[in-house]
């Protein structure tokens, strides 16, 4: 009993002593008012960043709209078909089966220098370890700039994101539009 005694009254003069040496503490509790405070400027921070994301892809927009090419001429008008009964003169023999064609599978490696094969693909984040969280980053990344992107597998356990572009105008033109959609760095891409 006497122990305990000690023990509460040895407590009571340390914190007694601590009180008198650095002063009484001060508790500051957060007024609701603050919190929104801060959420509301939060919450106008994102809207500047979609609105400059906005205008980021309206200027990609123009840009594309500017360099693209005039449109293929009209193709010339077919022969007219010779009477019924007679087969063409060039024409190859209707006894030959042709093997039917197979659709083209795309592209699903990226080579080492990060850019897709076919290049109109460029994969501009380090490579992830897992598909799971390739995919997680890509749908976050959908959400906030409302861009295409894939996944594709490098190797096992290394998975690039890539979005597709025509020319290095527009490929930077998507990078900006990212960086202020997202606030990631992408200045070493």
Request: net charge negative; proline share 10%.
């Amino acid at each position: 009993m006497f122990k305990f005694l000690g023990f509460l009254l040895g407590s009571a003069i340390a914190i007694g002593a601590i009180v008198m040496l650095l002063g009484t503490p001060e508790f500051h509790l957060s007024k609701l008012s603050d919190d929104d405070n801060r959420f509301d400027a939060a919450v106008e921070q994102l809207k500047e960043k979609q609105k400059e994301a906005e205008r980021l892809i309206a200027l990609a927009d123009q840009a594309v709209q500017a360099t693209e090419p005039a449109p293929p001429p009209a193709p010339a008008p077919a022969a007219p078909e010779p009477e019924s009964g007679t087969p063409p003169a060039d024409s190859p023999d209707d006894d030959v089966a042709l093997p039917p064609e197979e659709p083209i599978e795309p592209a699903h490696t990226l080579p080492p220098d990060d850019v897709v094969a076919d290049a109109s693909w460029y994969a501009f984040w380090n490579p992830f370890r897992s598909e799971i969280a390739a995919r997680g980053f890509v749908s976050q990344l959908e959400k906030v700039t409302g861009l295409d992107y894939r996944v594709v597998k490098v190797k096992a356990g290394v998975y690039q994101v890539a979005f597709e572009y025509a020319d290095d105008q527009e490929r930077l033109a998507r990078l900006s539009q990212i960086q202020a959609a997202t606030g990631l760095d992408l200045s070493g891409t």
